[in-house]
């Protein structure tokens, strides 16, 4: 019988009121409902943000059979912890083993088998080396995300695909005032799966906000991660990254211009905020500043 400590990947939702049948116990086809959700997860978290990851890699992934065995009843409002592992990757097959616990009572279990489709004739397809090696990455333990470092001539093609989704399509920002003249002399993170699909992106600029500000000043700008990739600690490893850099090249005073909805990260790495909130391409943004 699984148990959680069988499983790298855990997901956790709340039994709403509609998923709960006449019976007042979850109706069993939710489940089902349950395990998508919690499977579109697993694909972020182990760095196949479905479905670009896979469209990558020129396929898709289809259901051909799932089975499940139903072991206690779960009702409203019950806190269901799920645990995902990929148990065995076939030619063209990917199975999945799932269950789900209540309280640590075992409430369901189950196996999914995904097929892999080529998206140039809809048929069955090998699943391609770079998903095979992602997922067993994840399954050893091993990191599954990797953070690069370099100047704009070898990150742009990365960096500009990110903000111009982030920014540009998801936030409304106009494509003039995304780019700017800073690019060129600023140091660019581009954090990736291991077949390099850029997934985030943000960059140190090697001067202060000011012309009185010291050449130990430096800010950090344009932090932005796809939005199939959020939730699993991507902005962090960019953060860490571009303030490693500017420790490494003497800088002693980080500024940067958060948007408001995003300063609990910085507060997190110990940035401080300066000043009220203002207005910056529409959209609320608070100065915060980090003494190296």
């Not at 499977?39 to 289809?62: E, K, N």
């Not at 998206?119 to 990455?137: M, T, Y």
């Amino acid at each position: 019988m699984s148990v959680p400590g069988d499983f790298r990947f855990h997901h956790r939702l709340r039994v709403r009121w509609v998923e709960v049948d006449a019976q007042q116990v979850v109706f069993n086809g939710h489940y089902l409902t349950y395990l998508d959700v919690a499977a579109t997860d697993y694909w972020r978290a182990v760095g196949l943000p479905y479905p670009d990851a896979f469209r990558r890699a020129g396929g898709d992934i289809f259901v051909r059979r799932n089975t499940l065995e139903y072991h206690a009843p779960a009702r409203l409002d019950d806190w269901l912890d799920m645990g995902i592992r990929c148990e065995r990757i076939g030619n063209s097959s990917l199975t999945l083993q799932w269950a789900a616990w209540c309280q640590g009572r075992l409430i369901v279990s189950g196996e999914v088998v995904y097929v892999h489709t080529s998206l140039e004739n809809g048929r069955p397809d090998p699943v391609p080396v770079s998903l095979r090696a992602q997922l067993e990455a994840w399954e050893q333990g091993r990191a599954v995300h990797d953070v690069r470092l370099g100047d704009w001539a070898s990150q742009q093609a990365a960096a500009r695909a990110v903000r111009h989704a982030v920014f540009v399509v998801e936030q409304g920002i106009p494509e003039s005032e995304e780019w700017d003249a800073d690019d060129a002399s600023a140091v660019h993170a581009v954090v990736s799966n291991l077949s390099g699909l850029p997934l985030g992106t943000g960059r140190l600029i090697l001067s202060g906000e000011h012309p009185s500000d010291g050449p130990q000043h430096a800010r950090i700008g344009r932090m932005a991660v796809l939005r199939s990739s959020r939730g699993v600690g991507l902005a962090r490893l960019i953060l860490s990254a571009l303030i490693a850099e500017a420790r490494l090249l003497g800088k002693t005073q980080l500024s940067l211009h958060a948007q408001v909805a995003a300063m609990p990260l910085y507060l997190a790495f110990g940035f401080e905020p300066q000043g009220a909130v203002f207005d910056e391409v529409g959209i609320p943004h608070q100065r915060m500043t980090l003494r190296l």
